[in-house]
């Protein structure tokens, strides 16, 4: 019965050509296996828990950063009308979008192989009939018309390559499999568009931060350079102290300068993650105002479904499992079922009439290939090589991810610290230059010691801006490990069925 209802599914018209031998023979055939081993997807190592999970809480799906726009977890709405471009003009996604179109397609052309072939035509023509005749008053060898025909056909005929051993199956298996896979790709460039955005955003506003820092700071030093130079043309201080305060300032001026440069850079890099020419993207000046959110992270195992690269690798290794049942096929025989029929008539007014109807129906043609030098065989273990090689790439992308994973976590518990740490090291410098500068006003210390803790504090500021810019990168770069909210399920293509058994 199932054999019936897949015939009638995919040639209806066929099976009243072939009629009952035709048909039985059909039935038995269609039912034959599918050779090659049947996809399982490869087991890997999974650890019970991350390493570097103190602090951190196991993910809920309540509270998991949506899916899609993960970067509103962030609430930076400059940042938010950022990535909203990136979907609409990044080239790089625009090509990986057209690189899943071709998948699809890829899977259509694979899945045409399950029908028949059906072609038609026609043609016509008329042949001159001639006698030849002799007699006593003409020469021998004369010829004279005796007559024309005409022949008018409209014919068509059909062929079917029956998939016995499962060809075709697993060709269509193995291009779900890779257009999955292409799916998993687009949504990799997609998260790494994004996330890369969200790390060159974050690195910009670090550097606003540091301007906004040295602006202060070249404030305050042109405030001391003035303090000195009044104390100089009083004669308390020399001038020495002047040109020391002048150094230091001109030598800030220049940081604040340098600033710009890699801002702009950084301003350009996030045009072209948007697809626009830098000279359409202007992102005002703003420091940095965030502290990282608590991303919910989830046990290792989830990691296996929420990272498209994963999925992926994970999908191109049933690929290539699929391959191998293509390459097996190769050695057993072919079948294909052939039949012809049409309309042959003398005028145009019998053309089309049924008594001018003619058909053929082929009992079938076996092919079988004898001799190839090797060929199947080697294509046999040139497809399970690529499996296998598909298999530890995919196990190296799950390791690669585990890394990364534990990476941005323990980054973000110790830059935590180290920022704890570092702003209290900006206060004290702080309390410090105010003492120094009330000392050296009162002629206690010099301006070189003055200078030297204004130094120390400037030193110390920075540092804590470049801290708490890498802490919003960690966060971002944690948010793009885990998957930015994508998960597996979302894959436009029923996955094969996970089967351990093979049919060889």
């Known amino acids: 019965m199932h054999c019936w209802k897949q015939l009638k599914a995919k040639a209806p018209d066929v099976l009243q050509l072939l009629g009952h031998a035709g048909l ?18 490869p087991k890997t190592q999974v650890p019970p828990s991350y390493k570097e999970l103190k602090g951190w809480k196991q993910a809920q799906p309540q509270d998991f950063v949506s ?11 400059e940042l938010n009308a950022l990535e909203a471009q990136v979907n609409i003009t990044n080239q790089n996604l625009a090509a990986a979008q057209a ?29 001159l009939l001639t006698s030849g005749f002799s007699s006593s008053g003409s020469n021998v060898g004369g010829s004279q018309a005796a007559g024309a025909t005409s ?30 896979a292409s799916e998993a790709d687009l949504e990799g460039v997609r998260l790494a568009a994004t996330g890369q955005l969200a790390e060159d955003y974050f690195q910009l506003r670090a550097e606003d931060s540091q301007y906004q820092i040295l602006d202060m700071t070249v404030s305050a030093y042109k405030e001391f350079l003035r303090l000195t130079n009044n104390r100089y043309a009083t004669g308390v201080a020399s001038q020495a102290d002047v040109l020391q305060a002048q150094t230091q300032l001109k030598t800030a001026e220049a940081q604040e300068i340098d600033t710009r440069v890699t801002r ?24 940095l105002d965030l502290t990282p959110p608590q991303t919910p992270v989830g046990l290792p195992s989830q990691l296996l479904e929420r990272r498209p690269d994963i999925a992926s690798a994970e999908r191109q290794a049933a690929a290539a499992n ?3 049942g293509v390459a097996i096929a190769a050695f057993y025989p072919t079948v294909t079922l052939s039949a012809s029929g049409g309309f042959e008539a003398a005028n ?10 003619f058909w053929t129906l082929g009992p079938g043609a076996l092919s079988q290939t004898i001799f190839e030098g090797g060929l199947r065989r080697a294509e046999t273990a040139e497809a399970r090589a690529a499996y296998e090689a598909s298999v530890a790439n995919y196990r190296q992308t799950v390791l690669t991810a585990f890394q990364e994973v534990e990476d941005e976590l323990a980054a973000l518990r110790i830059l935590e610290s180290e920022a704890a740490v570092q702003d209290a090291a900006v206060d004290a410098a702080k309390k410090s230059v105010v003492v120094e500068t009330n000392q050296y006003k009162a002629g206690i210390v010099s301006a070189l010691d003055v200078i030297t803790t204004q130094t120390i504090a400037l030193n110390d500021e920075i540092t804590a801006a470049t801290i708490r810019g890498r ?34």
């Not at 899916?67 to 709405?77: A, E, L, M, Y």
């Not at 690189?99 to 042949?127: C, D, H, I, T, W």
């Not at 145009?348 to 109807?357: F, G, I, K, Y």
């Open 471 to 504: 802490r919003m990168v960690a966060a971002a770069l944690l948010i793009q490990y885990l998957g930015g909210g994508w998960h597996a399920d979302s894959l436009c293509l029923s996955k094969p069925k996970e089967d351990s058994s093979a049919v060889r």
């Open 322 to 324: 699929a391959q191998i």
């Open 24 to 41: 039985t023979f059909l039935l038995v055939t269609l039912c034959a296996c599918t050779v090659g081993p049947d996809y399982v997807k």
């Open 264 to 287: 702009a850079q950084l301003e350009h890099a996030i045009a072209l993650l948007m697809g626009k020419p830098p000279s359409e993207v202007s992102i005002p000046v703003s420091p």
């Open 151 to 180: 022949d008018l056909r409209l014919s068509g005929n059909v062929a079917w390559e029956l998939d016995l051993w499962g060809k075709v199956r697993r060709m269509v298996e193995e291009s779900k499999a890779s257009a999955q």
């Open 99 to 127: 690189q899943f179109k071709e998948a699809l397609a890829a899977v259509a052309v694979a899945r045409s192989a399950f029908f028949p072939v059906v072609a038609g035509g026609s043609a016509a023509s008329r042949s």
């Open 348 to 357: 145009v007014a019998q053309w089309l009439a049924w008594p001018s109807r």
């Open 67 to 77: 899916r899609g726009q993960w970067w509103k977890v962030f609430g930076d709405p």
